[in-house]
């Protein structure tokens, strides 16, 4: 699926993010920057070893913040690493996941970079609840994307049929404008 959002696209497609050809791909990081399981594991391994080498060097990152690499063996020519919250239940939760988008597009926007592809944040092995995370994560793009004209394409990579799914609702609820392809 796709959307506008003033002169921006906002695609919603399922896939693997270490695939995209973007100006550069988001990495749903930890607070340490230490290569971890899902899709993190996933980045790490298709860039090679000097991307934890550099994400050591920069030593860590506090949560709803983000931080930017070089992509190396990537397609991607950067990594933006992003830190969302771990689901608590509390209300705060709600603002970490928004800045935590929010730091991404902001970094990529201040180095002018024009494409960015995102995995669906904290709703792995944080254990956000879909329902609740793809609402945040669509509504706060849109919000960045009206302000930051440069950035234009945001794709979502979502590696599962209900992730997609729930994508694909939220867009709906939140009154997102689908375009054809
Ligand atoms: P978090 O710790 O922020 O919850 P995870 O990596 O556990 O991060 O999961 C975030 C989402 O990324 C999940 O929906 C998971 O299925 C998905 N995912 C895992 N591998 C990939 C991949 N290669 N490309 C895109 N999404 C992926």
New binding site residues.
């Given amino acids: 699926m796709r959307f506008a959002i003033g002169n921006a696209a906002l695609e919603l497609i399922r896939g693997?993010?270490?695939e995209q050809d973007v100006d550069a791909i988001v990495n749903?990081a930890n607070e340490t920057l230490a290569p971890g399981?899902?899709?993190?594991g996933?980045i790490h391994r298709a860039a090679g070893p000097e991307l934890a080498d550099e994400c050591a060097r920069i030593g860590g990152c506090p949560t709803g913040e983000a931080r930017i690499t070089a992509g190396y063996r990537l397609k991607a020519r950067y990594v933006i690493h992003t830190v969302?919250p771990r689901y608590s239940g509390n209300p705060h939760d709600a603002a970490l996941l928004a800045s935590a988008y929010r730091s991404a597009l902001m970094l990529a926007a201040s180095h002018g970079l024009q494409s960015i592809a995102f995995?669906?944040?904290?709703?792995?092995?944080?254990g956000?609840p879909l329902d609740q995370a793809a609402p945040i994560a669509l509504a706060t793009c849109r919000d960045v994307l009206l302000s930051h004209p440069g950035i234009t394409l945001v794709r979502f990579?979502?590696?599962?049929e209900e992730?997609y799914r729930a994508y694909d609702q939220a867009a709906q609820t939140i009154g997102l404008t689908p375009v054809e392809a």
């Fill in positions: 693997n993010i270490v749903a399981g899902g899709v993190s996933a969302g995995p669906s944040i904290s709703t792995g092995i944080y956000y990579v979502l590696f599962d992730t």
